[in-house]
């Protein structure tokens, strides 16, 4: 994958916080306090995400209800007003995000009690305090420089599919206390896992073409790098503050081991 100079300080500025975000999966899978309560409360959280957004859509419509509502506003324009690749590109964006609902949600009803109802996105509208602190830093980004802010929120979401590919490496581990729960996980991950290594490059393919200035650069590693770390924050609360002391500072002070940037497995990707 060809990249300039500028797209890989990029990269490398983001992939310690990357390495942080990761590390808050790999510090809960084996916290002496995880149990089903806490499985199913993060995943409850992460349905959310799926639903509403961290600062992708309005926090009223999020991303299922914003683009049906667009759908249906642009179905007598398409090939008029509305080229039929962009509306493709939003159908294929909702159908994506409510897959991505529809794994984590049945992982957590797959750890439902006998009694215990069902998830509903309904259930879901309230989001905790560091989810929302993110979304309203996102927000404020966009509105101070809406270029740079919609390009850092697009480059930051997934945090690199940490979550995805650390949930799938439960798959080597269904058996003991959270065996079957595992399972769970790293089935939802792995059904979610392509779809947002896809989303991630869409948020870096381009940069190179969009003619930025050096100081256009900065201002992106320099909004991008607050994101990550609001990303970390958010995660380490999603799943109940399993990172503490010296490594979550280390997490937050961007200085884990990087995370390696698979430059040709998104170079076949974008080829395919």
Known sequence: MGVSSNLKRLIDAAA??????????????????R???????????????????????????????????????????IDIEHDRHEVLDIAEGLW???AHYTAFADAY????E????????????????????????RFAHKKENPKLGARATSFTEGGYCTLFSEGMKLKAQ????????????????????????????????????????????RHLERISVEQ???????????????????????ALGGRLPPLTFDYAKAEARMAA
């Open 96 to 98: 994506a995000e409510f």
């Open 114 to 137: 006998p009694g215990e109802g069902k998830i509903n996105p309904q259930m879901l509208k309230n989001s905790w305090k560091e989810d929302l602190d993110l979304s309203h830093l």
């Open 228 to 250: 990550l770390k609001g990303r970390i924050v958010m995660r380490n609360s999603q799943f109940g503050y399993p990172l503490t002391g010296k490594t979550l500072d280390d």
């Open 109 to 112: 009803d797959g750890m439902a």
């Open 16 to 33: 310690p916080y990357w390495a942080g975000e990761a590390e808050v999966f790999r510090s809960y899978w084996t916290w002496d306090k």
């Open 174 to 217: 269904t058996s003991g206390l959270h065996g079957k729960r595992n399972a769970l996980i790293a089935e939802a991950c792995s059904k979610v896992y392509d779809d947002e290594f896809g989303h991630m490059l869409k948020g870096i393919v381009g940069l190179d073409i969009e003619g930025l200035t050096q100081d256009e650069w």
């Open 35 to 77: 149990s089903r309560e806490t499985d199913r409360q993060w995943l409850a959280y992460q349905c959310s995400k799926e639903v509403w957004g961290s600062g992708l859509a309005p926090l009223d419509k999020g991303i299922f209800l914003g683009p049906a509502e667009q759908l249906v506003a642009m179905f007598t324009k």
